[in-house]
Structures are given as structure tokens and as C-alpha cells.
């Protein structure tokens, strides 16, 4: 296979949990390739694993056993300090609760990821006004948290998440607040979002309608892969 484009290298993951006397085993051996410029759906029941290996892609958890490569390098095996470091540089976050703060603006909201580099104030607002731009919410830059609506909070999440200009944005149920009609915009978004600017896209997601932007998909049931779809592995 041609690794040129790959992006993530998932070997043989696992991932036990001790819950008292008892293991869980949340992952079971799962391998992958991910390439840059995909956009993948990961789906499964509940403590099918998803969350877990979210986790794990993310750099918020490490896998027990197994390699996870990230553009090349072993990152599960990096400590706390590097993995942040690799969340900050390398990957966009964003989730079903939009987690933005109260009471303040989508620039300030969009500039957090930014407020502890060594980057100026000023390069500080240029980049989070882009990144406010890219999804649509240029003119928005000063309303405050409660006067938006969902559907642009989630949109200024996603500029947040790309305000580091990361090579990876990793959503978790993005629409699971929205109605029909804003989910349907924000999927938009980030179909947009991996036209343009090439960003690779993993959607952690049970919604079929959500996943369906996705020109990849992986089934996971026990910690395993139940099946694939679409893939060009």
C-alpha cells in the first residue's frame, strides 16, 4: 500500500479498563489507516469502542497495547506534555455541547486555542476572524454566546477547532443538538471545510444521516471492526 497520503496508522489498538476487580476490554485489536484528505465515519452502539478510539486519535488517551502513528510518529508513546503539545498543533476538536464560554464573543471564543502560544494579539484575532470566515460567520465576530443561535455555535466551534490550522478536526456527535435542518448546514460545513482546505474529518457519530458525508466508514461492536464501507485500503 502507498503511504505517501496516510495521515494515521492504527495497529493492533487495545484498551483495558480496570473497573474494580474486572477488565474491560473497550478496544480489541483494531487497525486502520487513515488518509489525509478523508473524511471517515466511526460508528457503533453504545461501549462499542467509538468513544475510546476517539480518544485515543485524539491524543487524550493512550492505547494499552498496539502503535498509533500520526504523520509518521509513534505518538502513543509520547507523555502527557507531548500529546498536548500534538492536540494543540495538530488536531481541531469539537463536540455535541459546543463547550463555548458564557458571556463572551465568537472572536474571543474562536482565539482561545491561541491565548497561551508565543503568537502576537494581533496575528492572535487575524487568525480566528479566517477561521470565523471559513464557516460562514464573518460579520458575527462580536456577538456574545447568547445571542447566537445552535446552529452558529456549533459554527464557531468549528472555527475554534480550526483556528491552529490542524491537520485533523475530530467531531464528536457535532449535530446532536441541532434540528434536522442546522445539522444538515454544519455537515455542510465540513464538507466544505475538506474541499478547500483539505482537512481530514472524523465524525464519531450512531446517526446515519450524519455519517452519510462520509466517503468512509468503520462499524465497531466490542472493540473491534464489525465491518468497513467504502474504504480504499
Known amino acids: 500500500m502507498d503511504n505517501n497520503n496516510t495521515l494515521i496508522q492504527l495497529e493492533d489498538l487495545t484498551k483495558i479498563y480496570q473497573v474494580g ?3 474491560v476490554k473497550a478496544l480489541n485489536g483494531v487497525s486502520y489507516n487513515i488518509h489525509q484528505g478523508d473524511i471517515l465515519a466511526i460508528m457503533g452502539p453504545s461501549g462499542s469502542g467509538k468513544s475510546t478510539l476517539m480518544n485515543i486519535i485524539g491524543c487524550l488517551d493512550k492505547p494499552t497495547s498496539g502503535r498509533y502513528l500520526l504523520d509518521g510518529k509513534e505518538v502513543s508513546t509520547y507523555n502527557k506534555n ?3 503539545e500534538i492536540r494543540n ?3 481541531g476538536f469539537v463536540f455535541q455541547n459546543f463547550n463555548l464560554l458564557a458571556r463572551t464573543t465568537t472572536l474571543e471564543n474562536t482565539e482561545l486555542p491561541l491565548l497561551y502560544s508565543d503568537i502576537s494579539s494581533k496575528k492572535t484575532k487575524e487568525y480566528a476572524m479566517k477561521a470565523l470566515e471559513l464557516v460562514g460567520l464573518q460579520g458575527r ?11 452558529e455555535k456549533q459554527r464557531v466551534a468549528i472555527a475554534r477547532a480550526l483556528v491552529n490550522n490542524p491537520s485533523l478536526i475530530l467531531a464528536d456527535e457535532p449535530t446532536g443538538n441541532l434540528d434536522t435542518k442546522t445539522g444538515d448546514e454544519i455537515m455542510d460545513v465540513f464538507v466544505d471545510l ?3 482546505q483539505g482537512i481530514t474529518v472524523i465524525l464519531v457519530t450512531h446517526d446515519q444521516e450524519v455519517a452519510r458525508i462520509a466517503q468512509k466508514k468503520i462499524f465497531l461492536r466490542d472493540g473491534l471492526i464489525e465491518r468497513l464501507n467504502g474504504d480504499r485500503q
Open 82 to 84: 507531548q500529546l498536548a
Open 194 to 196: 475538506n474541499k478547500k
Open 141 to 151: 465576530e462580536m456577538h456574545k454566546t447568547n445571542q447566537i443561535s445552535g446552529g
Open 89 to 91: 498543533k495538530k488536531i
Open 21 to 23: 476487580e474486572t477488565e
